[in-house]
């Protein structure tokens, strides 16, 4: 059964700052991994999926790096500015089971201006 | 292109009584999955729906639960007899091709049971 993990569970830091969130999953075996942003009382809003045969994808100020060897993922944030601060998610769709997507419970992240 | 759209936005209903959430898929999409958000937990998948059918549905409670996609109309997750743990917030996506592919998600409907 297919687990993620977000580390840190929450983080507030300086806007201006270059910041990285992580996500771990344990089975290798994912097509594709997606990260998420979610603002308080809203839905989820699709940063950028890394398919898994790339190691990379980038979005403007955004950056994903994908390790399906060692099970991880991390999100770069690049200057970070109040506009940032929302929960971030990780999610793999399933290799084998439900075929629902698998989500992290998520990284708060607070910019303070 | 109009994205997910989901009604009610917010839902009160008093136990014992019935609530039904509708999601209508981005055009195009004929793929539809429930997910469920309970308070201070993370995404949980309920069920996976393609026009009429429901493909799987192994994270949804077995009994109250229920769900459709029929051929014309959007999606409906249904409730029967809510409690108050069945109070969350209650998320619906849509994609063009299977589970696979990227998953656009609605706004959600928060359901408060009294």
């Known amino acids: 059964k297919q687990e993620v993990t977000q580390i840190p569970a929450a983080l507030s830091v300086p806007e201006g700052e270059n910041l990285v969130l992580n996500c771990s999953f344990t089975?290798?075996?994912?097509?594709?991994l997606q990260w998420f942003r979610q603002d308080p009382g809203k839905g989820l809003t699709s940063l950028l999926l890394?398919?898994?045969?790339?190691r990379e994808q980038t979005s403007g100020r955004l950056n994903a790096s994908l390790d399906k060897s060692s099970g991880r993922s991390t999100l770069y944030i690049a200057a970070s500015q109040p506009g940032d601060s929302a929960t971030y998610l990780c999610?793999?769709?399933?290799?084998?089971?439900?075929?629902?997507?698998?989500f992290g419970k998520g990284t708060h992240l607070i910019i303070q201006p | 292109n109009a994205g997910v759209m989901q009604n009610p936005r917010h839902l009160v209903r008093r136990r014992g009584q019935e609530a039904r959430l509708r999601c209508s898929p981005m055009?195009?999409?004929?793929?539809v999955y429930w997910y469920r958000q309970l308070p201070e937990e993370g995404l949980k998948f309920m069920v996976y729906?393609?026009?009429?059918?429901?493909?799987?549905e192994s994270g949804m409670p077995k009994e109250r639960f229920s769900a459709e996609f029929p051929k014309e109309g959007p999606s409906i997750l249904r409730i029967q007899q809510v409690v108050r743990g069945d109070s969350a917030a209650y998320f619906c996506?849509?994609?063009?091709?299977?589970?696979?592919?990227?998953?656009?998600f609605g706004p959600g409907t928060r359901l408060l049971v009294l």
């Open positions: 996506a849509s994609s063009r091709t299977g589970p696979q592919g990227t998953q656009y």
């Open positions: 089975d290798s075996a994912i097509y594709n």
């Open positions: 890394i398919q898994s045969s790339q």
């Open positions: 999610a793999v769709p399933p290799g084998g089971g439900a075929d629902g997507l698998t």
């Open positions: 055009k195009g999409h004929s793929h």
């Open positions: 729906l393609q026009k009429e059918n429901i493909i799987d």
